[in-house]
């Protein structure tokens, strides 16, 4: 692009992190973002959301909480978009509590629970045997069960794979 003197876009970088992301390239993406801030052009929360999706996939929970932490002193809006892969990655490494403590931040930083959320939360309970310390497994499905109808007050449809998650409990 830049021997035709075509100046690439912030749609250009994001597309390109979200290619070095889905091959697992995290290093590759992270010096593409770098370059992307060092040309001018400015990361969106779509930058953001790509670059922590990909390092939480990648198990790299500690790079994915410092680029949530750099888009809040941005100024960019936060979503479930944006925790959701951390949270999963928590949940999947058995960090169950911490990936509730990551579900009250993206309250408190103005991004709703969706049901993918709840999902996560379901199965990393259900998977440790667990809603509430010390419950036994009919206490986890209960539990399980409240936050199915916790999700439907807050006007989120359990859909299949919450109902499947809740099956396995």
Excluded at 7 to 23: A, G, H, I, Q, W
Excluded at 33 to 58: A, F, H, R, W
Excluded at 117 to 129: E, H, M, S, V, W
Aim: proline share 2%; with cysteine.
């Amino acid at each position: 692009m830049g021997e035709f003197g075509i100046r690439p876009t912030v749609v250009t970088f994001n597309t390109m992190l979200d290619s070095y992301c889905k091959e697992g390239k995290m290093q590759e993406a992270l010096d593409l973002l770098s370059e992307m801030q060092e040309k001018g052009c400015v990361p969106n929360d779509v930058t953001y959301n790509v670059l922590i999706n990909g390092l939480s996939k990648k198990g790299e929970l500690d790079k994915a909480q410092e680029l949530i932490k750099e888009m809040l002193r941005s100024g960019l809006k936060v979503s479930a978009y944006t925790y959701n892969p951390l949270i999963c990655g928590y949940c999947k490494q058995g960090g169950i509590d911490e990936a509730m403590e990551f579900g009250d931040e993206m309250e408190r930083n103005g991004a709703k629970l969706i049901v993918s959320t709840y999902n996560a939360f379901i199965d990393g309970l259900c998977k440790r045997g667990r809603m509430v310390e010390a419950q036994d497994r009919v206490g986890a499905l209960e539990e399980a069960r409240k936050l199915k109808d916790e999700m439907s007050e807050h006007g989120l449809l359990p859909d299949v794979i919450t109902y499947t998650t809740l099956c396995g409990c």
